[in-house]
């Protein structure tokens, strides 16, 4: 029986602004990308984040953006090697403290936006941001997009990686995303997202925005947690991937730490 890891954005919400369904959606995924301030979130809800997903087993990972609140982490921004490493460590530790409180661990961490494309791409950012999730902690699951750059920098750097997909965006001929500002790059319709989820975790296939078709081996999936159906959306999703014989498990962190 093939498994996969389904994991959603989560804990985006700020000071007196609601964002996202996340107690309807947590009991359907595997893995809790929780924002940790920069693009997202803040310390209360930070908090909350880390408790919703102790109570239903979901593995928690540290979600870390450029630092870019107006923006929601979507906006490219020019950083150095440096700064990347810099503010991965500054966001992984931040979130740390309330899993450690809280008497549980991160398992993951997935860059967000802008960062998680621009890794994608750049070696040398991924690299940084491979690094800076060994020094914190080398059991950690990097997630990065299928076959690119950063689950690349991951494995050179020792640690277990997730090669991610995505159930509600189009791909383009290279297996790269359809960027958001082109028509019809994200799948609005549940059907058609559920049913290009299920094709990616049973055959390993992906239709293109063109008309063809792409190879795509994935660990994980992602449910976008902004979606304004999230809730129905995770359901109807993991339904379907347990009807198709998939079983839904999180990935797995390395033996080390």
């Given at each position: 029986m093939p498994d996969i890891d389904l994991n959603c954005d989560m804990g985006e919400s700020f000071g007196a602004w609601s964002m996202g369904q996340d107690a309807q959606v947590m009991p359907w995924i595997s893995s809790a990308n929780i924002a940790c301030g920069?693009?997202?979130?803040?310390?209360?809800?930070?908090?909350?984040?880390?408790?919703?997903?102790?109570?239903?087993?979901?593995?928690?990972?540290?979600?870390?953006?450029?630092?870019?609140?107006?923006?929601?982490?979507?906006?490219?921004?020019?950083?150095?090697?440096?700064?990347?490493?810099?503010?991965?460590?500054?966001?992984?530790?931040?979130?740390?403290?309330?899993?450690?409180a809280a008497g549980t661990r991160l398992a993951h961490v997935k860059p967000h936006g802008a960062l998680y494309h621009m890794a994608a791409r750049d070696a040398a950012l991924a690299d940084a941001i491979a690094r800076a999730v060994r020094e914190f902690d080398a059991g950690l699951v990097l997630f990065g997009l299928?076959?690119?750059?950063?689950?690349?920098?991951?494995?050179?750097?020792?640690?277990?990686?997730?090669?991610?997909?995505?159930a509600d965006r189009r791909y383009q001929a290279d297996g790269s995303l359809t960027p958001r500002s082109a028509g019809g790059a994200v799948i609005e319709d549940v059907d058609a997202a559920v049913a290009q989820a299920v094709h990616i975790a049973t055959m390993g296939k992906v239709d293109t925005h063109?008309?063809?078709?792409?190879?795509?081996?994935?660990?994980?999936?992602?449910?976008?947690?902004?979606?304004?159906?999230?809730?129905?959306?995770?359901?109807?999703l993991s339904e379907a991937l347990r009807s198709a014989g998939v079983q839904i498990r999180r990935c797995q962190a390395a033996a080390s730490a």
């Amino acid at each position: 029986m093939p498994d996969i890891d389904l994991n959603c954005d989560m804990g985006e919400s700020f000071g007196a602004w609601s964002m996202g369904q996340d107690a309807q959606v947590m009991p359907w995924i595997s893995s809790a990308n929780i924002a940790c301030g920069f693009h997202a979130g803040d310390f209360a809800t930070m908090q909350r984040s880390v408790t919703l997903a102790q109570q239903h087993g979901v593995a928690i990972g540290a979600h870390v953006s450029l630092p870019d609140l107006q923006g929601f982490g979507r906006r490219e921004m020019r950083v150095s090697a440096d700064e990347a490493h810099a503010l991965t460590l500054y966001q992984l530790g931040a979130l740390d403290a309330f899993a450690r409180a809280a008497g549980t661990r991160l398992a993951h961490v997935k860059p967000h936006g802008a960062l998680y494309h621009m890794a994608a791409r750049d070696a040398a950012l991924a690299d940084a941001i491979a690094r800076a999730v060994r020094e914190f902690d080398a059991g950690l699951v990097l997630f990065g997009l299928a076959g690119s750059a950063l689950p690349r920098a991951g494995t050179a750097a020792g640690l277990r990686v997730a090669h991610e997909a995505f159930a509600d965006r189009r791909y383009q001929a290279d297996g790269s995303l359809t960027p958001r500002s082109a028509g019809g790059a994200v799948i609005e319709d549940v059907d058609a997202a559920v049913a290009q989820a299920v094709h990616i975790a049973t055959m390993g296939k992906v239709d293109t925005h063109a008309g063809g078709t792409f190879e795509l081996h994935a660990d994980t999936i992602c449910v976008h947690g902004d979606r304004p159906d999230a809730a129905l959306f995770a359901r109807r999703l993991s339904e379907a991937l347990r009807s198709a014989g998939v079983q839904i498990r999180r990935c797995q962190a390395a033996a080390s730490a």
